[in-house]
């Protein structure tokens, strides 16, 4: 079963809503209720002067809607638990050290849902590492959500043609690239890599996959 895709602006959270049953419909509104009360407790914070990292090392105790972005899958169904876990992220207006403290902390679903929030939480490159990280692993939807939107706004050139020759080994489609096309045309280095990719392919006896053709032909260089 796939799960959605994740919720923006322009999807508001009752859409997801009339997808769940009742009981799960409440959960989300009470989850919802209490992230929004911590974005707002963390901005009265903020305005007397204390940072988000100071409230989170002078408090153990976990925020209930942590607790409800953990518990996502089991009360909405797997298959909306992307789409509850950022609209927390989202309601509870997380930064970066909340992103990456639920990130080292949580499950592969768990660090999904935080790569799949990075663009619309995280203007700068700061959390680089999470991508990277999700980049080191062979869980292919990690990988499939480390190549998004904010990846492609933020990795170099270097670290971003490895992480297409990730996805071909890991068998994740190069569909999930976002940019690829952009970002593609015109590489030399890339369509080198991948060339070099499919000649060991092939030397090993082994089939070449289809979507580096597509890529090598995006980057205008294959003969």
């Not at 009360?37 to 204390?50: F, I, L, V």
């Not at 050290?97 to 592969?108: D, E, I, P, S």
Request: aromatic residues 4%; contains cysteine.
């Amino acid at each position: 079963m796939t799960s959605d895709p994740p919720p923006t602006r322009e999807e508001p959270a009752h859409q997801l809503a009339l997808q769940l049953d009742g009981a799960a419909g409440a959960w989300l509104d009470t989850a919802l209720a209490e992230a929004a009360e911590a974005a707002r407790a963390a901005e009265a914070a903020a305005d007397s002067g204390r940072t988000e990292e100071t409230e989170e090392s002078d408090n153990v105790a976990v925020a209930p809607w942590e607790l409800r972005f953990a518990a996502a899958g089991r009360h909405c169904g797997q298959e909306h638990a992307d789409s509850v876990r950022v609209l927390l992220l989202q309601e509870a207006r997380a930064g970066l050290a909340t992103l990456t403290r639920l990130y080292h902390q949580g499950t592969a679903a768990e660090r999904r849902a935080v790569l799949l929030v990075l663009p619309h939480r995280v203007t700068g490159p700061g959390a680089l590492p999470l991508i990277e990280d999700a980049l080191r692993t062979n869980d292919t939807r990690l990988v499939a959500a480390a190549v998004g939107p904010y990846a492609a706004a933020h990795l170099d050139p270097h670290a971003w043609r490895h992480a297409i020759l990730k996805c071909l080994f890991t068998e994740v489609p190069v569909a999930a690239v976002d940019g690829l096309a952009r970002r593609a045309h015109g590489d030399a280095e890339l369509a080198r890599m991948l060339a070099d990719f499919a000649a060991e392919r092939t030397a090993a006896g082994r089939p070449v996959p289809a979507d580096l053709h597509h890529a090598l032909n995006l980057t205008g260089e294959e003969s």
